[in-house]
């Protein structure tokens, strides 16, 4: 998983640094120089300068400048200085027309300079559904802190990135689903959409995974009726999209039974009971190979699906269930 620990941080000071520039400007005038990109380095040294006069002097550059500024930005986004690649970023931030910058704000997302990479992800998030999809596609990168901008940009952009982060949950590729679900999981009702993608995901061997979509859904809402109506597609084969929910639903709703008392626990625990002997199969195998959580709820199940199985079950289980089930 990623680690967001400084994420909370990040949005605090990023946000302060943008609105303190843009309130910071003097009389404008046109920055000078023998080029663009000339122009450029020198205005983001002085957009990224430490200097309160110095960065009220390059915003009145900017003004004055407006989008005609935007190609020596660009090129200052390369420079060696950390400090000009911030003021290249919040000169782009800052543009008449930012998506123009898209590309470079990308990029910026992997930049060596932990405040570069905030103040593009904040840019890139007042995009919105424009960058979403490409922003999304860098929660797989190999890079942990390309991962960490990336993530912070879709949480700033809130429902706006939820059909990108629904489109990562239908790749083969569990790291990128779990933090794709964590995302919206933390957006709570407002990532409702991606619901049936989230579900659909839960059709998974990767255990981790499982729980970590399982909180999410727990933490969006979804209703009991689209949690069934996803599980039954789960469960359709070839062009049968509304046959009864079967036994090829089962194996996902037994691995839900480690989550004993969560919403996604109780569901699964509820519709496997009303599935009856389709759900045996799945059941008995989690029997031999399941946890202790889903081993413990699959022999109360198959007990109340065939009270006659309470003589079958393992003799460990009978013990611990002694209690709760009985045997003639």
């Not at 920055?31 to 000339?38: N, T």
């Not at 979403?132 to 991962?147: E, G, K, N, Q």
Request: proline share 7%.
């Amino acid at each position: 998983m990623l680690d967001f620990r400084h994420i909370s941080a990040a949005r605090r000071l990023v946000p302060v640094l943008l609105i303190a520039l843009a309130l910071a400007g003097t009389t404008a005038h046109a920055a000078s120089g023998p080029g663009a990109s000339s122009k450029g380095l020198r205005l983001a040294a002085m957009l990224g300068s430490q200097d309160a006069a110095k960065r009220a002097k390059g915003l009145s550059a900017l003004r004055a400048w407006g989008q005609e500024s935007l190609p020596g930005l660009l090129a200052a986004m390369e420079a060696p200085s950390a400090e000009v690649r911030r003021g290249a970023v919040m000169g782009a931030a800052l543009q008449p027309a930012p998506a123009l910058a898209m590309e470079s704000l990308l990029n910026a997302l992997g930049d060596p300079d932990a405040t570069v990479r905030s103040l593009a992800a904040h840019t890139l998030a007042r995009l919105g559904p424009l960058a979403a999809t490409d922003v999304a596609r860098l929660l797989a990168s190999p890079t942990h802190d390309i991962r960490v901008a990336a993530a912070l940009c879709l949480s700033r952009m809130g429902p706006d990135a939820v059909p990108a982060l629904a489109a990562m949950m239908r790749r083969d590729d569990p790291p990128v689903q779990a933090n794709a679900a964590w995302l919206l999981g933390g957006m709570g009702s407002d990532a409702l959409p991606a619901a049936p993608a989230l579900i659909h995901a839960l059709d998974t061997d990767d255990t981790r995974l499982i729980h970590v979509i399982a909180e999410a859904l727990d933490l969006i809402g979804p209703d009991a009726a689209t949690v069934l109506r996803e599980m039954t597609l789960i469960s359709a084969r070839g062009n049968r999209p509304f046959s009864r929910m079967g036994a090829a639903a089962a194996p996902t709703l037994v691995k839900l039974l480690s989550r004993p008392g969560t919403p996604m626990g109780q569901m699964a625990l509820f519709t496997l009971a009303r599935m009856g002997d389709q759900a045996k199969p799945a059941l008995q195998d989690a029997l031999a190979t399941g946890t202790e959580g889903q081993r413990a709820a699959a022999a109360l199940l198959l007990t109340g699906i065939d009270p006659n199985m309470a003589h079958t079950l393992p003799e460990d289980l009978r013990r611990t269930l002694g209690g709760a089930i009985h045997l003639n």
